[in-house]
């Protein structure tokens, strides 16, 4: 079992950065590839990035290319989202997921989310 809590949302200006952190709970952190997805009003929950549980091999979506970039630290059972250059197109709830599938065809655990907002 593996407990994802998300923090590091909030409210920040076009072009401004977040960075945020999702906490997980459980011995095997570092059997999981981890990433993240986001969900904007009205709209499906779509991925935004991705990272082995190495964290050699990273990958995001076209959208968020060059952007945002996803890492993590398996001694502190913590990945990261760095944001930058955001857009008001970025304003989602972010949601954070757990897989033993290397490409996260198949999300195991999910975060409870966290809200960005970003006012143009």
């Known amino acids: 079992q593996v407990q994802l809590v998300e923090s590091g949302g909030g409210l920040v200006q076009a072009g401004g950065s977040l960075r945020l952190s999702c906490a997980a709970s459980?011995?095997?952190?570092?059997?999981?590839?981890m990433g993240w997805f986001r969900q904007a009003p009205g709209k499906g929950r779509e991925f935004v990035a991705r990272?082995?549980?190495?964290?050699?091999?990273?990958y995001y979506a076209l959208s968020v290319k060059d952007r945002f970039t996803i890492s993590r630290d398996n001694a502190k059972n913590t990945v990261y989202l760095q944001m930058n250059s955001l857009k008001p197109e970025d304003t989602a709830v972010y949601y954070c997921?757990?897989?033993?599938?290397?490409?996260?065809?198949?999300?195991?655990?999910w975060g409870q989310g966290t809200q960005v907002t970003v006012s143009s």
């Open positions: 997921a757990a897989s033993q599938s290397t490409d996260m065809g198949g999300v195991d655990y």
């Open positions: 459980g011995r095997t952190f570092s059997t999981y590839a």
């Open positions: 990272i082995s549980w190495s964290g050699i091999s990273t």
